[in-house]
């Protein structure tokens, strides 16, 4: 009877390890193809990351191209606009010479039409405003040293005295051209073509007004209170 009880536990023991062999394969299995999952999908997730990155490489790649784009646009505009504005100026330039240039020969003309000697020197900007022996005068009292402030009084002074009339004579005391020197010979410091040349008689007449009543306006003054300077 013990043989036999013995012989059944060996059967139900060798069952017991053939259906644990079992279960143990197919939980092994599982956890194998569970395994075989987890590593397709980190595959796949690494792959979205990569994939995410390029994208985000090639975005900014498109980014940097477009600000270049926009920055090279802006800097060509501005080029642009500098040369169109440098091309007005120039233009300007030009068309305020070719007048001036015309009304100098036309000066020019006139006073060898009567025998006056024509002034060659430059006008400036600030003279523009008058015109013949005015302009000269303007034009000399800057060079001169004085500010373009005292040519008021300087054309005030000698609209009086001449009207800025070089070839101006006082019949009874024998003043003679823009600024009535008196005798007129004395002009000749200036140049020896007092009689006929604004220019000399301009810059006499300045370097008198300089040495004894400093400025323009001094002589001006002097003039409005005792009629003469």
């Not at 008021?152 to 004579?169: D, F, I, T, V």
Request: glycine fraction near 12%; charged fraction near 25%.
């Amino acid at each position: 009877m013990e043989r036999l009880w013995s012989r059944i536990a060996v059967r139900v023991g060798s069952v017991g390890l053939l259906v644990g062999g079992l279960v143990g394969g197919v939980y092994l299995g599982e956890r194998q193809d569970d395994q075989l999952t987890g590593d397709r999908v980190g595959l796949v997730v690494q792959a979205d990351a990569a994939e995410l990155r390029l994208l985000k490489e090639r975005h900014g790649q498109h980014a940097a191209a477009r600000a270049q784009r926009r920055q090279a646009e802006e800097e060509a505009a501005a080029k642009a606009g500098a040369a169109a504005k440098a091309a007005a100026s120039k233009a300007r330039m030009l068309n305020r010479r070719a007048i001036e240039k015309k009304a100098d020969e036309k000066r020019k003309a006139e006073a060898k039409k009567n025998g006056t000697v024509a002034f060659d020197g430059p006008i400036p900007s600030s003279c523009n405003e008058f015109k013949g022996n005015r302009a000269i005068g303007c034009a000399l009292m800057i060079d001169a040293g004085f500010p373009i402030s005292q040519f008021g009084c300087l054309n005030k002074l000698w609209n009086k005295e001449s009207g800025w009339n070089h070839r101006a004579e006082n019949p009874s005391s024998g003043a003679y051209g823009i600024p009535q020197s008196y005798p007129g010979n004395k002009m000749s410091s200036a140049g020896s073509d007092w009689r006929t040349n604004p220019a000399t008689q301009i810059k006499w007449g300045l370097g008198y007004i300089k040495g004894r009543y400093k400025t323009p306006c001094g002589a001006w003054s002097r003039s409005e209170s005792t009629g003469s300077y």
